[in-house]
Nanobody, 124 residues
């Protein structure tokens, strides 16, 4: 059974940092693309970053570029999203998802499996 579990969210002050984890079970992340998405209240879910496992290619949306870093721990079958210099506008529920075909895209419709999400709130 394929399962993704996000963790690491919480309340942080502006300028602070958090590291989100996406732990996969039921399959290996070695050959797929793992994406991070977020959904703020009243807004559509947006893709913010992905890592393509077969070649390590990463991508970042402009909104988070130079502040967030995506990485993967093969041994733990886990993907991370290190977030720094957090802003109030980063407040959202953050989701990880898997594109089994291993493409390089943040189109939501190509991601087959999703986690339940973890809340990130940036506020003073």
């Amino acid at each position: 059974q394929v399962q993704l579990v996000e963790s690491g969210g919480g309340l942080v002050q502006p300028g602070g940092s958090l590291r989100l984890s996406c732990a996969a079970s039921g399959f290996s992340l070695d050959y797929h693309t793992i994406g991070w998405f977020r959904q703020a209240p009243g807004k559509e879910r947006e893709g913010i970053s992905y890592i393509r496992s077969r070649d390590g290619i990463t991508y970042y949306a402009d909104s988070i570029k130079c502040r967030f870093t995506i990485s993967r721990d093969t041994a733990k079958n886990t993907v991370y999203l290190q977030m720094k210099s957090l802003k109030p506008e980063d407040t959202a529920v953050y989701y990880c998802a898997i594109d089994v075909s291993g493409r390089g895209s943040l189109r939501r419709d190509i991601y087959e499996y999703w986690g339940q999400g973890t809340q990130v709130t940036v506020s003073s």
